[in-house]
Nanobody
Framework: QVQLVESGGGSVQTGGSLRLSCAAS????????MAWFRQFPGKEREGVAA??????????YYGDSVEGRFTISEDNAKNTIDLQMNSLKPEDTAIYYC??????????????????WGQGTQVTVSS
């Protein structure tokens, strides 16, 4: 399985920005879906954004609540998946997890579709 380690969480005020990074190590798949999820207390994990690393190009996906504010990107040289979060709101406060799945991103919003998970990083947005 791919090993994932998140970094970059922290506390910001409403309207601020944070950048999360997910470092991947271990087996590489030619076709991999890399995603960011978040989890609110007492709730199931929610898909935030995903990127499909296909053979020729990558395709990005976003949840409705973050589209236009968050950007997922990949740094192939560093083998990281980053999540740039702008215009943060208190309702973005959650633990953010990086996840990896072999194959495509067809089911990217479903946590059960992912085989590897990071340990999570806390993001807190204060009003």
């Amino acid at each position: 399985q791919v090993q994932l380690v998140e970094s970059g969480g922290g506390s910001v005020q409403t309207g601020g920005s944070l950048r999360l990074s997910c470092a991947a190590s271990g087996p590489h798949y030619d076709r991999t879906c890399m995603a960011w999820f978040r989890q609110f207390p007492g709730k199931e994990r929610e898909g935030v954004a995903a990127v499909f690393r296909g053979n020729l190009h990558s395709t990005s996906y976003y949840g409705d609540s973050v589209e236009g504010r968050f950007t997922i990107s990949e740094d192939n040289a560093k083998n990281t998946i980053d999540l740039q979060m702008n215009s943060l709101k208190p309702e973005d406060t959650a633990i953010y997890y990086c996840a990896a799945a072999s194959g495509g991103c067809m089911w990217w919003t479903r946590p059960s579709a992912f085989q590897s998970w990071g340990q999570g990083t806390q993001v807190t947005v204060s009003s």
